[in-house]
């Protein structure tokens, strides 16, 4: 039977894994039900998802720990990111342009990722613990949905505005705001979606 420990370092894993995920692969735009969307969305529900089993398990000091974590590995990525692209490249590799292109990009993605993933995952911890005061740690649908849904507003409309304000004269506030308006709703459906694994990861990480 697996330990606690073992269950907990399963979940960082898990969280810093969608983290970088999301910045790497954030970059492509697909299609969901006619919207344009990134395909980040699939991995961001996932780190509110964790950090608010955890702050059910173990409160609010070790979600936050997670966050600083996830805050530690995205620094490092972006520097590491920065000279990777700025290296030399090898006269027999003729792939620095697209190398550049590709991960040029996504420097300015993961630096609005960086500041609204910590704004918003700060925000959901301080929130689910609120709530769960308040409640007398009761109806975990209600803290995980209300921290999360509106941590995820403060998360998408933060790294909107730093990733792709005035990238081209079309990216204006008017414009910012339709793309923010969807992505955040998409986010409030997973979210809603997640509350039965909310659950589920809350006994499992419980259960001895």
């Given at each position: 039977?697996?330990?606690?420990?073992?269950?907990?370092?399963?979940?960082?894993?898990?969280?810093?894994?969608?983290?970088?995920?999301?910045?790497?692969?954030?970059?492509?735009?697909?299609?969901?039900?006619?919207?344009?969307?990134?395909?980040?969305?699939?991995?961001?529900?996932?780190?509110?998802?964790?950090?608010?089993?955890?702050?059910?398990?173990y409160?609010?000091?070790?979600?936050?720990?997670?966050?600083?974590?996830?805050?530690?590995?995205?620094?490092?990525?972006?520097?590491?990111?920065?000279?990777?692209?700025?290296?030399?490249?090898?006269?027999?590799?003729?792939?620095?342009?697209?190398?550049?292109?590709?991960?040029?990009?996504?420097?300015r993605?993961?630096?609005?990722?960086?500041?609204?993933?910590?704004?918003?995952?700060?925000?959901?911890?301080?929130?689910?613990d609120?709530?769960?005061?308040?409640?007398?740690?009761?109806?975990?649908?209600?803290?995980?949905?209300?921290?999360?849904?509106?941590?995820?507003?403060?998360?998408?409309?933060?790294?909107?505005?730093?990733?792709f304000?005035?990238?081209?004269?079309?990216?204006?506030?008017?414009?910012?705001?339709?793309?923010?308006?969807?992505?955040?709703?998409?986010?409030?459906?997973?979210?809603i979606?997640?509350?039965?694994?909310?659950?589920?990861?809350?006994?499992?990480?419980?259960?001895?």
């Amino acid at each position: 039977m697996l330990s606690k420990s073992f269950k907990t370092n399963l979940l960082l894993s898990l969280f810093v894994g969608c983290l970088i995920l999301a910045n790497i692969l954030g970059t492509k735009i697909t299609t969901l039900f006619g919207i344009r969307v990134s395909v980040g969305i699939f991995f961001v529900p996932v780190l509110f998802l964790v950090t608010d089993i955890i702050a059910d398990v173990y409160g609010k000091k070790k979600a936050q720990e997670f966050v600083v974590m996830g805050l530690i590995v995205m620094v490092i990525t972006l520097v590491m990111t920065f000279f990777a692209i700025i290296l030399p490249p090898n006269p027999t590799w003729g792939n620095q342009a697209a190398f550049e292109l590709i991960f040029g990009a996504s420097l300015r993605m993961i630096i609005a990722s960086i500041i609204a993933f910590m704004l918003s995952q700060f925000h959901d911890v301080w929130a689910f613990d609120f709530l769960k005061k308040k409640t007398k740690g009761k109806h975990l649908w209600l803290r995980n949905n209300l921290s999360t849904i509106v941590s995820q507003a403060i998360d998408t409309t933060i790294f909107m505005f730093i990733a792709f304000y005035h990238i081209t004269p079309k990216f204006d506030v008017p414009f910012i705001i339709s793309l923010i308006i969807p992505y955040w709703l998409f986010k409030v459906a997973f979210s809603i979606l997640d509350t039965p694994l909310c659950y589920l990861g809350v006994k499992w990480l419980k259960k001895n």
